[in-house]
């Protein structure tokens, strides 16, 4: 079998991939894109090259052997950005991964380790292929030495054989040397002989041979100055080729046996892959956490028929494991818990009957630690236990440290802390049509696992949140707001159904109407919400002009059709069809699909962990997103209503929270006087952006600056303002300028948000509720402007949701405190839904602003604004 040793020139190919990649980033903001491009070029060569053999060399060190001739060698080089030099060790363990040999030998560069292999390689029968992105190496070219040279990017390769040499430069592999000499090199500061460029020294050498045949003869060579050049510093030329040859004789204590390729580790491979986020290359060479099974150490367990004080022990970490994402309609699969006595999985029908697990379970004092509290509280409410004492929730530790991870299932975030011993529930329970739940054994280990990894993990994060200053976010906020959720989750909201099926026949019967006249504009019918057929209609029939085609026809996306509003009639019937069509089937028919049977409510599940900025968000149904521009729309919340007949829907909301809180962390004189003064803030921006008095501002002017107010908060930029206020972007530009100018705070707090962001990888809320920003530093001008945007506006977004969070919090106790029966039913966004009843309205009326409004303490002071009503429509 013939022999083939791969040789890579390590320093290069990292610098090559490090400039040839945009600048990437894993979930914790490691930069990775040169590791990335590494990656690739390495799969490349293991796909292509099929290498017996294979070693990576790196330099040693800054100074080599010809530092000691030349003090100036490579000094003209810039730092290595630190971008690059904090993905070195990911090289190096990239390689380990793969099981390819490294070495570095001080004293020496990568070059000459190369050099030293490849001649003995050669000498001792090998195939050989050099890859580098320097071209000094192809000096080493022979006829059994290939040298490949990274082009663009680091896989587009040119193979310099001695063939290849002779036809690009005319002169033969060994004169490479020759010619560096002459023209030197600027990468190395390699002087060379000053004027002489690439064309003037291959032009010498073909015609003298080698560099010490034209010194010898420089009296022959054409041209007096070059004569004169030639000879001024043929000591330098000597010096410069000595400089660029490579050693061919350094002392490597590595044998060409050493450098045996035998194939990489999988599961080094995976784990590696899967801390810098290289999903794609996971899929690409189809590694899964299938390589886990084999290595998962063995783990001892009791399946309990039976409780003992040491299965119900305090201090315990419990999993309830439910499969199905709505867990309100879902059954529970089992229960694990891990304590100081042992691990124990406990089968459902044995906790459900057991008075004791339900006594321990709502015992206070009995202190949980869990994966999704929320969850696990609602989970064993439908089976009417109690679930108290939740200490600690490793899911929302990990999602406050860091948002971005995913927090899909507990093998992710424990694999992100190095706890490799539980596999994922897609491995176990299978995904899609296939999931189902495995047989008793299999569930109770892999339940026991998960337990066994969150009884590890607390005592990480509790270290990592206290490090961050988030231990009192944890505490003080998300905990007690899991608990807050789940109570409302488990509550609901009732629905009038013969209402809602009333709207839903009007709106049927509106829609046929709209359709009707939609047809007799168009002159014929046809199907209205087949994008290809309308398409047909209005530009073809109608000869609307085309705004914008696709692949498959004409666009007549809502921004398209809006821009055509005013050129006929027919597509203000087809937007409003479009809407109402919407409203039927997400909101009526998709509402009354998920009333629940026994309760005539929806029990809408809030995300606690889903959104970087820490905003809830909510699911079946989602009754965040209501859409309300619409009167029909804003109609649905009638069919909203309290749970006892003489009760009313209470609604109080934050007054333009998000900048009072601008004002606050901007500090901006001129914003905190206009709230603190109880000014209309808009029509305050319009008189100092547009230099006017309070009566000269129009309704036009307001309208402007109350969307440039609102744009700031969200980082707008220029274009973004001119497509809401349908101006130009130079106009727009302009617009934002003024305003800037008139509120230097907030103009300073944008730019020394980017810079703090920059420097540190990340941004905060005023209660340290981290943001990772990556992407703050990209080169890509795009993705940083998107990433800079995103670092202005998220302590802003971010401390808003935090100080209704912490409203939620207080609200709760207030309620409480003052024995009374209303309940807090839905948060939406700046918004609290109550049922009251009619006896405690005037008692909510006071103390709900008054919670509200003293949630946190800011420069200015926060506003709610309340109504109440039979329903939640007439609660606004």
């Keep these: 079998m013939s022999k083939k040793l791969v040789l890579i020139d390590g320093n290069s190919i990292a610098y090559r991939a490090f400039f040839a990649l945009p600048l990437l980033n894993n979930d914790k903001g490691i930069h990775t894109n040169a590791v990335y491009g590494f990656t690739m070029m390495l799969m490349r060569i293991l796909e292509q090259e099929k290498p017996t053999h294979m070693l990576v060399a790196f330099d040693a060190g800054k100074t080599t052997f010809r530092h000691s001739t030349f003090s100036e060698y490579k000094g003209g080089r810039q730092k290595t950005p630190p971008e690059l030099s904090e993905q070195f060790a990911f090289v190096r363990e990239l390689l380990d991964a793969y099981k390819v040999p490294r070495y570095e030998l001080e004293n020496y560069e990568a070059d000459d380790i190369i050099g030293t292999l490849s001649v003995k390689a050669e000498e001792e029968g090998f195939e050989v292929k050099v890859i580098s992105g320097d071209k000094d190496l192809t000096q080493l070219a022979t006829d059994k030495i290939t040298v ?31 010619m560096k000499g002459l023209m030197g090199d600027t990468s190395d500061n390699i002087p060379g002989v000053p004027g002489v460029g690439e064309k003037t020294a291959l032009k010498l050498l073909k015609e003298f041979g080698t560099l010490e045949q034209l010194l010898e003869n420089t009296d022959k060579v ?11 510093f043929k000591e330098q030329a000597i010096l410069s080729k000595q400089l660029a040859t490579i050693h061919k004789e350094a002392p490597v204590k590595f044998a060409l046996e050493d450098t ?12 590696l892959f899967k801390e810098l986020g290289f999903n794609s290359l996971l899929e690409k060479m189809d590694i899964t956490e299938s390589a886990d099974e084999q290595i998962l ?19 315990s970490t419990i999993i309830i494991e439910v499969m199905e994402a709505n867990y309100h309609k879902s059954e529970i699969q089992g229960i694990a818990i891990v304590n100081e006595h042992g691990s124990f999985f406990i089968p459902t029908e044995i906790a459900l009957k057991s008075e004791l697990f339900k006594e321990w379970a709502s015992n206070e004092r009995n202190k949980k630690t869990v994966y999704d509290g929320k969850r696990s509280i609602v989970a064993l409410g439908w089976k009417g236990i109690d679930l108290n004492g939740v200490e600690f929730d490793c899911l929302i530790a ?3 440290l860091n948002p971005a991870l995913s927090t899909e299932d507990i093998a992710t975030i424990a694999k992100a802390k190095g706890l490799n011993q539980v596999q994922s529930d897609e491995i176990v329970y299978g995904k899609g049509a296939k999931r189902c739940c495995p047989d008793e054994n299999i569930l109770a280990e892999h339940l026991v696992r998960k337990a066994v990894a969150l009884h590890k993990l607390k005592e990480l994060y509790i270290e990592d949140l206290k490090q961050n200053e988030q231990y009192e976010l944890f505490t003080d906020l998300e905990m007690p707001l899991a608990r807050i959720l789940a109570d409302m989750e488990s509550e609901g909201i009732t629905v009038d159904i013969p209402r809602l099926q009333s709207m839903g026949k009007e709106i049927g019967e509106k829609l046929a109407s709209l359709e009707k006249s939609i047809y007799e504009l168009a002159g014929e019918e046809f199907n209205v919400n087949s994008p290809k057929q309308l398409g047909v209609i209005l530009f073809e029939k109608l000869n609307l002009p085309v705004v914008k085609k696709t692949k498959t026809g004409y666009s007549t996306s809502a921004d398209i059709l809006e821009k055509l509003a005013d050129q006929h009639p027919i597509i203000k019937y087809i937007l409003d069809y479009r809407q109402l069509g919407k409203l039927q089937s997400t909101y009526i028919e998709g509402l009354l699909k998920v009333v629940h049977n026994d309760t005539a409510k929806v029990h ?38 309290p749970s006892h007949s003489d009760w009313v829907i209470f ?3 934050y007054s333009q929270i998000e900048l009072r809180v601008l004002a606050h962390i901007a500090n901006d004189a001129n914003l905190i006087d206009a709230f603190n003064n109880d000014l209309d803030i808009h029509t305050k921006t319009a008189m100092d952006v547009f230099h006017v008095k309070e009566d000269e501002v129009t309704s036009n002017m307001r309208r402007q600056a109350k969307a440039v107010n609102f744009g700031i908060v969200y980082g707008i930029s220029d274009y973004g303002l001119s497509q809401s206020l349908d101006i130009t972007r130079k106009d727009a530009g302009k617009f934002i300028a003024r305003y800037l100018e008139s509120f230097p705070g907030v103009k300073e707090y944008m730019e020394e948000i980017v810079q703090d962001a920059k420097q540190k990888g990340y941004v905060e809320t005023l209660l340290h509720r981290r943001r990772y920003i990556p992407e703050i530093t990209a080169r890509n001008f795009n993705v940083r402007s998107f990433a800079e945007r995103t670092a202005m506006n998220t302590p802003i977004q971010g401390s808003a949701a935090d100080i209704i969070k912490k409203a939620m919090i207080d609200m709760a106790e207030r309620l409480k405190s003052e024995n009374l029966n209303s309940k807090v039913l839905l948060q939406v966004h700046d918004e609290l839904i109550f049922e009251a009843p009619r006896d405690e309205i005037q008692i909510l009326e006071k103390i709900v602003p008054e919670v509200m409004e003293n949630a946190v303490e800011l420069k200015v002071p926060l506003k709610v604004d309340y109504s109440f009503g039979p329903t939640w429509y007439d609660a606004k």
């Design 651 to 653: 609604a109080a909301d």
């Design 222 to 232: 054409s041209g007096k100055k070059l004569q004169e050049k030639l000879e001024e």
């Design 148 to 178: 490949d040279i990274t082009k663009k990017g680091i896989t587009d390769v040119d193979s310099y054989t001695p063939a290849f040499i002779e036809e690009k430069y005319g002169i033969p592999a060994e004169r490479i040397i020759d």
């Design 398 to 400: 990990s999602y406050i």
């Design 604 to 641: 809408t599940i809030y995300n606690q962990v889903l959104t970087q900025t820490g905003r809830l968000s909510s699911t079946d149904p989602n009754l965040q997103n209501i859409p309300i521009r619409l009167e029909e729309g804003r109609k649905i919340r009638q069919a909203f209503v």
């Design 260 to 271: 045996i390729y035998e194939g990489y580790d999988e599961k080094k491979v995976y784990e």
């Design 297 to 315: 150490e063995e783990i001892k367990f009791t399946i309990v028929q039976g409780f003992t004080e040491e299965v119900l022990a305090s201090d």
